[in-house]
């Protein structure tokens, strides 16, 4: 190649280059350009909503009025007049505690304790409008590098977090706070917040306020503290358990030195001052001394005056965003009126029972819960355990403790929800047998309870109203997995109100029977039981018709509650009639409920580890739960405890009450159904039937009378119900719905239980002979 031609040949090689060089370099730019406009874009998009965030907090406060932190009257409790009058209510007692809290206004509070709180705690607090904005940065900047914002609150945020409670660690609580902060210094000056902020900080061992804490500690009133005291109480506040000068005098004298040196530093006291100070620091003594004028006798509270304290502090601490402690202390101290929901023949009759043993007999370590409501949300009744009670406040079995419901459950979970969504009715047929992988380790189950020869025995296709009255496991699960237990889940949740129920519950087949994570209350099972006796409306249970301030105003009121309709009012009859015959019916589990001259409906409950024995059932005046077993759960000897107690309570409540009846939807009618196919009765075929109720608008087919299990064996055209005395019944226009666990064999005399027409057989054992629990699996129904 000549010379020449390597030359253009070279050129043109480095010109391809150059131009590959630059268009490289073009799609890097490009691409630079194209990351920093998304990000520009981004940037801009972060920023409009972190200010459109924090302009959303910027009416954030403290809805309370500070001035009433000072008050220190009496609240009392009215009940219901003579007769249970609500229109003239009457004292039934007054709130006091054992600490008789001492308001000191600013003035009368030593300028070395005001100091010494400021020195300490928030230097610039006379500088700042609530927030000190150099200490906030540091807080901020240790919040996103250590996860802790300890360090930039100010006297007013820290009084902040006292009154609400609201102790968060995030950067919103920190917005929230700021927000707060501001708005809270426009309302007060800042000798009204630093007379707040020392009258109810906590200053360790039980002390609230200067007050308190100097008494405490030195047995003398705040006023007559000096410089050394003082900053021994100022540096408790940082951390009261950690300070406390009665637990740890050491860390107290080396906390007390640092906030002498930081008067010291800051001018607040001399030299001499300081030395003095200083010197009575190496050799302080504590008392220990309690207040002359607080109250040791404090009145022991009934069961019911401890839940409604619980509730009215749940109100107060929503209706005004505080803490628990500042709604306790408002309660104490605020001269509220509580006007209580009890009726107090009801609460005295349970209380006396549960005091006696005559019903428990010798076993004085079972325990029980108990608790009473109508059907419109109002709690008649509580008790939270037996035997005489000896303190207040305690943790109560009925509103407090999560056990596992057993077949109390299954109205709720199951069988309510299964006819309100039209798949079944009083009579279907429902498959008793047992669910494949029912068991952790892949076996079958639930398996039966039941007298005798009958336990762990299946049945086959029965009648619905047989798979409830006899509380049959396999039924109820059968029935549960066709609706499928999210349906179960979201009813109970949604409608009835449960809060113990973890996710975990959600899509588990045990729940059908009893078999739940953590439990669930005595108060949520007997609120959920309303439904099956007020045309299906739940009501939240309430402990107080309203609650009034000390001027009068109404703050909290529960007399205009709204219910929710968990269930059709046709359902909630339906469901009764069923719940009844578990009382009545020969085969009934609740037979030890019944009171003679009343209606009655029900539903036991005992565990398969018989560690829980329940009856939740009602009359026409009341529904009430009662739960039995041990503090530590552990096997009953004896599991009719529950619906003897709750028949003793209830049957006293009623003894000198005006008979009343319950009402039921009048578009449900009865009608005689087939107990081998659950379809209505044939009029030509009187042989193996019962009574039964439906909703006429939604009456199951006729049988055919022969049995064949074919389409054949059904007409068509139902004709209108018959009457309750027991003539066969059929309804025009109605129509035929299938059952999801209808089996086409017919069961046989061999394997179907005794009709609800013959003679009653022996009831059955107390304590029925159970296998133990498969392990990994939670507890189920055993009766």
């Given at each position: 190649m000549?010379?020449?031609?390597?030359?253009?040949?070279?050129?043109?090689r480095?010109?391809?280059?150059?131009?590959k060089?630059?268009?490289?370099?073009?799609?890097?730019l490009?691409s630079l350009?194209?990351?920093?406009?998304?990000?520009?874009?981004?940037?801009?998009?972060?920023?409009?909503?972190?200010?459109?965030?924090?302009?959303?907090?910027?009416?954030?406060?403290?809805?309370?009025?500070?001035?009433?932190?000072?008050?220190?009257?009496?609240?009392f409790?009215?009940?219901?007049?003579?007769n249970?009058?609500?229109?003239?209510?009457?004292?039934?007692?007054?709130?006091?505690?054992?600490?008789?809290?001492?308001?000191?206004?600013y003035?009368?509070?030593?300028q070395s304790?005001?100091?010494?709180?400021?020195?300490?705690?928030?230097?610039?607090?006379?500088?700042?409008?609530?927030?000190?904005w150099?200490?906030?940065?540091?807080?901020?900047?240790?919040?996103?590098?250590?996860?802790?914002s300890?360090g930039?609150?100010?006297?007013?945020?820290?009084?902040?977090?006292?009154?609400?409670?609201?102790?968060?660690?995030s950067?919103?609580?920190?917005?929230?706070?700021?927000?707060?902060?501001?708005?809270l210094?426009?309302?007060?000056t800042?000798e009204?917040?630093?007379?707040?902020?020392?009258?109810v900080?906590?200053?360790?061992?039980?002390?609230?306020?200067?007050?308190?804490?100097?008494?405490?500690?030195?047995?003398?009133n705040?006023?007559?503290?000096?410089i050394?005291?003082?900053?021994?109480?100022?540096?408790?506040?940082?951390?009261?358990?950690?300070?406390?000068?009665l637990?740890h005098?050491?860390?107290?004298?080396e906390?007390?030195?640092?906030?002498?040196?930081?008067?010291?530093?800051?001018?607040?006291i001399?030299?001499?001052?300081?030395?003095?100070?200083?010197?009575?620091?190496?050799?302080?003594?504590?008392?220990?001394?309690?207040?002359?004028?607080?109250?040791?006798?404090?009145?022991?509270?009934?069961?019911?005056?401890?839940?409604?304290?619980?509730d009215?502090?749940?109100g107060?601490?929503?209706?005004?965003?505080?803490?628990?402690?500042?709604?306790?202390?408002?309660?104490?101290?605020?001269?509220?009126k509580?006007?209580?929901?009890?009726?107090t023949?009801?609460?005295?009759?349970?209380?006396?029972?549960?005091?006696?043993?005559?019903?428990?007999?010798?076993?004085?370590?079972?325990?029980?819960?108990y608790?009473?409501?109508?059907?419109?949300?109002?709690?008649?009744?509580?008790?939270?355990?037996?035997?005489?009670?000896?303190?207040?406040?305690?943790?109560?079995?009925?509103?407090d403790?999560?056990r596992?419901?057993?077949?109390?459950i299954?109205p709720?979970?199951?069988?309510?929800?299964?006819?309100?969504?039209?798949?079944?009715?009083y009579?279907?047929?429902?498959?008793?047998?047992?669910l494949p992988?029912?068991?952790?380790?892949?076996?079958?189950?639930?398996?039966?309870?039941?007298?005798?020869?009958?336990?762990?025995?299946?049945?086959?296709?029965?009648p619905?109203e047989?798979?409830?009255?006899?509380?049959?496991n396999?039924?109820?699960?059968?029935?549960?997995?066709?609706?499928?237990?999210n349906?179960?889940?979201?009813?109970?949740?949604?409608?009835?109100?449960?809060t113990?129920?973890?996710?975990?519950?959600n899509?588990?087949?045990?729940?059908?029977?009893?078999?739940?994570?953590?439990?669930v209350?005595?108060?949520?099972?007997?609120a959920?039981?309303?439904?099956f006796?007020?045309?299906?409306?739940y009501?939240?249970?309430?402990?107080?018709?309203?609650?009034d301030?000390?001027d009068?105003?109404?703050?909290?009121?529960?007399?205009n509650?709204?219910?929710?309709?968990?269930?059709?009012?046709?359902?909630s009859?339906?469901?009764?009639?069923?719940?009844?015959?578990?009382?009545?019916?020969?085969?009934g589990?609740?037979r030890?409920?019944a009171?003679?001259?009343?209606?009655?409906?029900?539903?036991?409950?005992?565990?398969?580890?018989e560690?829980d024995?329940?009856?939740?059932g009602?009359?026409?005046?009341?529904?009430?739960?009662?739960?039995t077993?041990?503090?530590?759960?552990?096997?009953?000897?004896?599991?009719?405890?529950?619906?003897?107690?709750?028949?003793?309570?209830m049957?006293?409540?009623?003894?000198?009450?005006?008979?009343?009846?319950?009402?039921?939807?009048?578009n449900v009618?009865?009608a005689r159904?087939?107990?081998?196919?659950?379809?209505?009765?044939?009029?030509?075929?009187d042989?193996?039937?019962?009574?039964?109720?439906?909703?006429?608008?939604?009456?199951?087919?006729?049988?055919?009378?022969?049995?064949?299990?074919?389409?054949?064996?059904?007409?068509?055209?139902?004709?209108?119900?018959?009457?309750?005395?027991?003539?066969?019944a059929?309804?025009?226009?109605?129509?035929?719905?299938?059952?999801?666990?209808?089996?086409?064999?017919?069961p046989?005399s061999?394997?179907?239980?005794?009709?609800?027409?013959?003679?009653?057989?022996n009831?059955?054992?107390?304590?029925?002979?159970?296998?133990?629990?498969?392990?990994?699996?939670?507890a189920?129904?055993?009766?």
């Amino acid at each position: 190649m000549r010379k020449t031609d390597i030359n253009q040949y070279v050129g043109s090689r480095n010109g391809e280059k150059d131009g590959k060089a630059r268009s490289v370099g073009r799609i890097v730019l490009k691409s630079l350009f194209t990351v920093f406009t998304i990000l520009f874009i981004t940037g801009i998009i972060v920023s409009v909503s972190l200010l459109s965030f924090v302009f959303s907090l910027s009416n954030e406060s403290v809805d309370y009025d500070l001035h009433k932190l000072q008050l220190n009257y009496t609240s009392f409790i009215y009940v219901n007049g003579p007769n249970d009058d609500s229109s003239n209510p009457v004292q039934y007692q007054s709130l006091y505690s054992s600490e008789n809290r001492v308001w000191v206004d600013y003035d009368k509070i030593p300028q070395s304790m005001k100091d010494a709180i400021v020195a300490i705690e928030d230097k610039r607090f006379r500088d700042h409008k609530g927030v000190d904005w150099i200490r906030t940065a540091g807080a901020v900047t240790t919040l996103f590098s250590k996860g802790s914002s300890y360090g930039g609150s100010t006297i007013t945020q820290q009084l902040i977090k006292n009154i609400t409670g609201d102790k968060d660690v995030s950067l919103t609580r920190k917005v929230k706070e700021i927000f707060r902060a501001l708005n809270l210094e426009q309302k007060y000056t800042k000798e009204e917040i630093l007379a707040a902020y020392l009258n109810v900080v906590p200053f360790g061992s039980g002390s609230n306020g200067v007050q308190a804490a100097a008494n405490l500690y030195f047995g003398k009133n705040i006023q007559d503290c000096d410089i050394a005291e003082c900053a021994a109480i100022a540096g408790i506040t940082q951390n009261p358990t950690k300070y406390s000068p009665l637990v740890h005098p050491d860390q107290n004298k080396e906390r007390q030195q640092t906030v002498l040196n930081e008067m010291h530093a800051q001018g607040m006291i001399t030299d001499a001052e300081y030395n003095t100070a200083m010197t009575k620091s190496e050799h302080m003594t504590f008392v220990g001394k309690k207040a002359e004028n607080v109250v040791d006798d404090v009145p022991i509270w009934n069961w019911y005056v401890d839940t409604l304290f619980e509730d009215v502090k749940s109100g107060l601490m929503e209706h005004y965003n505080c803490s628990s402690e500042k709604a306790v202390d408002m309660i104490y101290h605020d001269g509220l009126k509580i006007y209580a929901a009890m009726d107090t023949d009801l609460q005295n009759i349970a209380e006396n029972t549960f005091k006696s043993d005559k019903l428990f007999g010798s076993n004085t370590k079972m325990q029980a819960g108990y608790l009473a409501m109508d059907y419109s949300g109002r709690v008649l009744a509580t008790v939270g355990s037996r035997g005489e009670k000896k303190s207040n406040r305690l943790f109560s079995l009925s509103t407090d403790s999560k056990r596992q419901p057993g077949s109390t459950i299954k109205p709720l979970a199951v069988y309510g929800p299964a006819i309100e969504s039209g798949k079944y009715n009083y009579s279907s047929l429902v498959n008793d047998n047992p669910l494949p992988n029912w068991f952790s380790d892949g076996s079958s189950g639930p398996k039966n309870w039941g007298p005798g020869n009958t336990s762990g025995k299946y049945w086959g296709p029965i009648p619905l109203e047989w798979a409830l009255e006899r509380s049959l496991n396999a039924s109820a699960a059968q029935v549960g997995n066709a609706i499928t237990p999210n349906v179960s889940f979201n009813f109970l949740k949604e409608k009835l109100g449960f809060t113990s129920l973890l996710p975990a519950d959600n899509n588990r087949a045990p729940m059908a029977i009893g078999g739940l994570s953590e439990g669930v209350t005595v108060r949520e099972m007997t609120a959920g039981f309303q439904i099956f006796a007020n045309g299906g409306k739940y009501y939240q249970p309430y402990t107080f018709y309203h609650v009034d301030d000390h001027d009068g105003n109404v703050i909290l009121d529960n007399r205009n509650q709204t219910s929710v309709q968990a269930i059709s009012s046709a359902t909630s009859s339906i469901m009764h009639h069923l719940l009844n015959n578990v009382v009545t019916g020969a085969h009934g589990t609740g037979r030890g409920a019944a009171i003679s001259g009343w209606e009655v409906f029900g539903k036991t409950g005992t565990t398969n580890d018989e560690k829980d024995s329940w009856f939740i059932g009602g009359t026409p005046y009341a529904v009430a739960g009662i739960w039995t077993g041990y503090l530590t759960p552990a096997h009953l000897t004896n599991t009719t405890y529950a619906a003897s107690t709750w028949k003793n309570i209830m049957a006293s409540y009623l003894k000198n009450k005006e008979k009343l009846t319950f009402t039921y939807d009048p578009n449900v009618v009865s009608a005689r159904f087939c107990t081998v196919t659950g379809l209505l009765a044939n009029p030509a075929n009187d042989k193996d039937t019962q009574i039964g109720w439906y909703d006429k608008s939604h009456m199951p087919a006729i049988c055919d009378g022969i049995h064949a299990g074919s389409a054949s064996s059904v007409v068509s055209h139902p004709v209108e119900s018959g009457t309750e005395s027991g003539e066969s019944a059929v309804s025009s226009g109605g129509e035929s719905h299938e059952n999801p666990d209808t089996s086409s064999e017919a069961p046989t005399s061999s394997t179907t239980p005794e009709s609800h027409t013959s003679s009653a057989r022996n009831s059955r054992p107390d304590k029925p002979s159970k296998p133990g629990r498969p392990q990994g699996d939670l507890a189920a129904a055993a009766d």
